[in-house]
């Protein structure tokens, strides 16, 4: 099958791509922006000694990531080495909360654990321009369409389920997806059964061969501050009051920069054991969509079980339930410093007719629904 448009670019292509990168001015403003005017000319400077994929990522990409997480990170660890095989390819599905630094750091944490960085899914909706699809590409990204009719839907998933076997069975390389399309702006996490659909129209065997030949592990991502909050209720309030409301297309890239550079506390990323022949036996006997079914509720088990709490967690389920559950997990310092993060963020939030007591009720939620997420599997 042909993937020229949406696979992710090769090294015979690198020295073109870098060429085009460092003669558009709009990129080398956005590195100067995140990175600082030295680095602007160090690219420049050095551009001919970027020969591979390697290179780019080791030399550009490792130091961009290094930079940005001491900005923006008190603490950024991977736990769960231990269920990452270094010699098979995986597919590690997340729950997903951030535009670029789901995969971004989750890769940075498989550098400095010298496992292999992934490729990774990204919707062509966010590249906005050449520069950026050029830049994504580079860096291991493959593009899944967003924009296609009902009818162009299943040859499109089709082609993308046959690239993501292909890279991890032939090429021997794992791959990034977040667990449905978009980020669940309420942090209620679920995997949608039509990603696993799509993922197994290609292989041989049954549904659970072909869920098994993908080494699926579920990683649970967890920050302790999600800096676009504030964006995501005022959506929420967006689309309650408007039923006709879309966003706008300069809406993502202002989600991805102040993301991307905005602070976000402590960060953990925590694999879980891949799904395994033992955690599929129990559904032989079921239809094909009861298994889909089944699979994604058994990922969410997983990324549920693998979350990892903060007192904003604790303080959120609290003031959203109306108790003192979780009272022990925090102190009255850290009870009012997390009250007085949400109104700040609710400050922010500018509408017309601007829902107080709704907007806070979609914040609690987004910091309480992974607590309640994983009370419910215990």
């Given amino acids: 099958m042909d993937f020229e448009d949406i696979r992710s670019y090769r090294d015979n292509e690198v020295k ?4 085009r990168l460092v003669s558009d001015a709009n990129f080398l403003k956005f590195v100067g922006y995140v ?33 940005l997480e001491s900005k923006i990170a008190s603490e950024c660890t991977l736990i769960g080495v231990e269920n990452i ?3 098979k390819s995986s597919l590690f599905l997340t729950n997903h909360r951030d535009i670029i630094l789901d995969s971004a750091l989750l890769n940075h944490g498989l550098f400095r654990n010298n496992i292999d960085t992934t490729e990774i899914a990204i919707g062509n909706n966010l590249l906005i321009y050449p520069w950026i699809a050029d830049l994504v590409r580079l860096n291991k990204s493959f593009i899944v369409r967003r924009d296609i009719s009902a009818k162009e839907l299943l040859l499109a998933s089709q082609k993308l389920s046959a690239y993501i076997l292909d890279t991890l069975q032939n090429r021997k390389q794992s791959i990034w997806m977040a667990q449905r399309e978009g980020r669940a702006k309420d942090s209620n996490d679920r995997t949608q059964p039509s990603v696993l659909k799509m993922l197994i129209m290609s292989g041989e065997g049954s549904v659970l061969d072909r869920i098994l030949a993908l080494n699926i592990t579920p990683v649970a991502i967890c920050y302790e501050y999600d800096t676009c ?13 408007d039923a006709n409301y879309k ?5 993502d890239l202002a989600n991805m920069k102040i993301g991307l550079l905005s602070p976000k506390g402590r960060i953990i990323f925590n694999a879980a054991k891949p799904v395994s022949a033992e955690d599929l036996k129990p559904l032989e006997g079921l239809n094909r969509n009861e298994q889909l079914v089944k699979v994604a509720e058994l990922i969410d088990h997983k990324i549920f079980a693998s979350y990892r ?15 003192n559950t979780f009272a022990d997990k925090y102190t009255e310092e850290e009870k009012q410093k997390t009250l007085a993060y949400f109104d ?10 601007k829902d107080e007591a709704f907007l806070r009720s979609k914040i609690l939620e987004m910091y309480s629904n992974p607590l309640v997420n994983y009370l419910s599997i215990k």
């Fill in 344 to 353: 700040a963020q609710i400050a922010k939030i500018e509408l017309e007719n």
């Fill in 247 to 251: 966003k706008q297309p300069g809406d």
């Fill in 85 to 87: 095989s270094k010699e």
């Fill in 229 to 241: 909050d504030y964006l995501k209720a005022k959506e929420f309030q967006q689309k309650r009051d």
């Fill in 16 to 19: 073109d791509v870098i060429n």
């Fill in 309 to 323: 709490f903060f007192p904003i967690n604790y303080v959120a389920y609290d003031c959203r339930f109306g108790g």
């Fill in 35 to 67: 990175m600082g005017p030295d680095k602007v000319q160090s690219i420049v400077a050095n551009k001919d000694k970027i020969n591979t994929i390697h290179d780019f990522q080791y030399s550009i990409v490792r130091e961009f990531l290094e930079s």
